[in-house]
């Protein structure tokens, strides 16, 4: 059974940084993909970084409107995904969501989905 469990959100000010933490649990990662998502009061969800396991390693693709701002990363043997997010924008503010889904590729459709870190950004 796939869980996923969100933290690290919060409120800042614009500039700041947070990083939110995805636990998983039942997660194969050289079998799934994982990703972020967002979703603003008022908007549809958006994909915003997904990671793509293999093998021998794994690669990243993020988002136009976040890039050079926020990295994806996981950690294996914690079974854990990570967003770090710099130079934090009032337009960032959203609720975030970890997925996942037994596919290759940078997860920009998911079937698992975590409950949600809320991240607000005050200018």
Same mark, same amino acid.
């Given at each position: 059974?796939?869980q996923l469990v969100e933290s690290g959100g919060g409120s800042v000010q614009a500039g &700041?940084?947070?990083?939110?933490? @995805?636990? %998983?649990?039942?997660? %194969?990662?050289?079998? #799934? @993909? $994982?990703? /972020? ?6 908007? !549809?969800? !958006? /994909?915003?970084?997904?990671?793509? +396991?293999? &093998? /021998? &390693?794994? +690669? %990243? ?14 950690? %294996?043997?914690?079974?854990?995904? *990570?967003?770090? $997010?710099? +130079?934090?924008?009032? !337009?960032?503010?959203? $609720?975030? *969501? ?5 596919? +290759?590729?940078? @997860? *920009?459709?998911?079937? #698992? /989905? ?10």
């Amino acid at each position: 059974q796939v869980q996923l469990v969100e933290s690290g959100g919060g409120s800042v000010q614009a500039g &700041g940084s947070l990083r939110l933490s @995805c636990a %998983t649990s039942g997660i %194969t990662y050289i079998r #799934y @993909c $994982m990703a /972020w998502f967002r979703q603003a009061p008022g908007t !549809e969800r !958006e /994909w915003v970084a997904g990671v793509d +396991s293999y &093998g /021998w &390693g794994a +690669s %990243t693709d993020i988002a136009v409107s976040v890039k050079g701002r926020f990295t994806i990363s996981q950690d %294996t043997a914690k079974k854990t995904l *990570y967003l770090q $997010m710099n +130079s934090l924008k009032p !337009e960032d503010t959203a $609720m975030y *969501y970890c997925a996942a889904a037994r596919s +290759s590729g940078y @997860c *920009y459709s998911a079937n #698992y /989905w975590g409950q949600g870190t809320q991240v607000t950004v005050s200018s």
